[in-house]
């Protein structure tokens, strides 16, 4: 049934001519399951010419192996042979199928880059980019529906978890923030990392309305669109350069505190301390550092009320951050 040739196993031509008959029979006649093995052991003897291919692509498709089908295209376009077009269409077909609009629309996008695409093709890959680009923002609509309830239900159930959480979902999709989510802000009920996360949200909406935020009996308001982004903000900028001789020092005591004052920034953002202040929250955050790491001193740390003020305030920050993001 086999013979070798060059360290390859391959079949005799009038086996190879049965197999192939029986397997495009079974093909026809929508027995996959069988016509899938039999494709397979030709393409196992190297008989893998264009027609078998595409009959184990059809065979995985209707299986619903649609990760197998779709790594098998993928793989089948990096070779860019004569049937590339056809393979790419069957592509399309699987990201349509499997709801992967977005992946769908780079993939068009990318063949539309070039000019050698067959007129028919251009045509067939232009309305499956238009009806994905109509189903993702339907799809997009509905996710953010449900989202936005699941925010309102975590706030009413004090869920703090779920409250950040849900607001980074609604940003990935890009949503529009409603009057509701704008009254959260002054909401005791909500977290204040939530609020930030709100804050970070309207500033990437342009956000150019007043809004009023209330975090640890501080009341402000602000224009979203005007504040700095937390790892631009002047608290950080100006307290990481009062420790830069740190950075060359230990860098593993420098690396420390930044996470701690990036911690610290987020949980009261928009809310910054004095200028004034910068010099003390230095010292907080060198101590707890050295603290954390066990960093040894031949002296007692002099420290000020406003060091130990901060020096807490620092530590529950760090515990509020902690129990919500790194959680």
Not at 4 to 24: G, H, R, T, V
Not at 46 to 68: A, P, R, S, W, Y
Not at 106 to 118: A, G, L, N, W
Not at 180 to 206: M, Y
Request: proline share 3%.
């Amino acid at each position: 049934m086999r013979i070798q040739q060059d360290d390859k196993i391959i079949l005799f031509p009038k086996w190879k001519k049965e197999l192939e008959k029986a397997s495009l029979i079974a093909l026809k006649e929508k027995r996959y399951d069988e016509a899938l093995i039999k494709l397979d052991k030709l393409i196992n003897y190297q008989v893998d010419n264009h027609e078998i291919i595409t009959g184990k692509l059809i065979c995985l498709m209707e299986l619903g192996e649609f990760n197998e089908a779709q790594n098998l295209c993928e793989d089948l376009l990096k070779q860019e042979d004569e049937h590339y077009y056809h393979y790419v269409h069957i592509y399309l077909t699987i990201l349509f199928q499997t709801n992967q609009y977005n992946l769908l629309m780079d993939q068009v996008e990318y063949e539309f880059q070039k000019k050698d695409i067959p007129k028919l093709q251009k045509e067939q890959f232009k309305q499956l980019y238009e009806i994905s680009e109509k189903m993702n923002i339907d799809m997009n609509m509905e996710k953010e529906a449900i989202l936005f309830q699941d925010l309102f239900t975590a706030v009413e159930e004090g869920n703090f978890d779920e409250q950040w959480r849900q607001v980074e979902k609604l940003k990935s999709l890009h949503a529009n923030p409603s009057n509701q989510i704008i009254e959260l802000l002054v909401n005791d009920d909500v977290h204040p990392l939530a609020k930030t996360a709100i804050i970070e949200w309207l500033k990437e909406k342009q956000w150019t309305t007043e809004v009023e935020v209330s975090k640890f009996n501080v009341t402000l308001t602000i224009i979203p669109k005007e504040l700095e982004w937390v790892k631009e903000s002047e608290p950080i900028l100006e307290t990481k350069a009062l420790l830069r001789e740190l950075e060359q020092d230990n860098p593993s005591l420098f690396h420390l505190i930044t996470k701690l004052l990036y911690d610290y920034t987020y949980v009261m953002y928009p809310i910054k301390p004095p200028k004034d202040d910068y010099l003390h929250i230095a010292k907080a955050l060198e101590l707890i550092g050295k603290e954390s790491l066990g960093v040894a001193s031949n002296q007692v740390p002099e420290t000020t009320k406003q060091v130990e003020n901060y020096i807490e305030k620092i530590k529950f920050s760090e515990s509020l951050y902690l129990s919500i993001i790194d959680s």
